[in-house]
């Protein structure tokens, strides 16, 4: 079987941080590969500013290359929306029979876990590797079975400070792959123009 983590997210856009923490992951946890499952819609969180998916996914390849077993991955345009992680593991499960799926999420989101849509069904069937993100303490000793805290370093780096430091006209260089700095500054310039002009 092989070992493939899961990272959804909107990468909206992808950077520096989400790249460091998906190999340092994979690395400690002892992956084969981790997919970058690029979200059309987080049913947790406001569409709003979400650049066009198909951009995102495109971003998020390029900005991969030459880095071996980071996968960026479109799997979910094809499911109905919003996306629930249950329904994408079972379909995953399905379709890839030779591969063993760990969901990787933030201790941010481990907090809200009670939550997700059929969480309880996600503990029984697959392991979840918690990262520390500032802010929120997660006690490694109270965790269930399946469940574990990987300790990598806290990296301070959002999409938001992204599209904000874009929106007003700073710099984001060390913050965005060098390969698709200019796209992403351009894409996002255009988003917030747009968003202003409506």
Not at 17 to 44: K, T, Y
Not at 50 to 56: A, I, M, N, V, Y
Not at 121 to 139: A, T
Request: with cysteine; proline share 5%.
């Amino acid at each position: 079987m092989k070992e493939t983590g899961i990272f959804g997210g909107s990468f909206n856009p992808i950077h520096t941080g989400h790249i460091a923490l998906s190999e340092e992951i994979r690395r400690r946890a002892g992956l084969d590969e981790v997919w970058l499952m690029v979200s059309p819609q987080n049913p947790l969180k406001k569409s709003d500013g979400l650049l066009d998916e198909r951009l995102r996914l495109d971003l998020a390849r390029r900005a991969l290359e030459g880095h071996d077993g980071l996968v960026a991955s479109d799997y979910e345009f094809a499911l109905p929306r919003p996306s629930y992680t249950w329904d994408t593991l079972c379909r995953l499960t399905a379709d890839y029979p030779d591969r063993r799926f760990t969901l990787i999420i933030g201790a941010d989101n481990w907090t809200l876990f009670d939550r997700w849509r059929h969480h309880d069904d996600i503990l029984c069937h697959h392991s979840v590797v918690i990262y520390p993100r500032r802010g929120c303490h997660v006690c490694a000793e109270t965790l269930p079975q399946g469940v574990r805290l990987v300790d990598t370093p806290l990296l301070d780096i959002s999409s938001t400070e992204i599209r904000d430091r874009i929106r007003s006209g700073r710099s984001v260089s060390g913050m965005v792959p060098e390969n698709i700095i200019q796209d992403t500054v351009s894409l996002y310039r255009a988003t917030a123009d747009t968003m202003i002009e409506d």
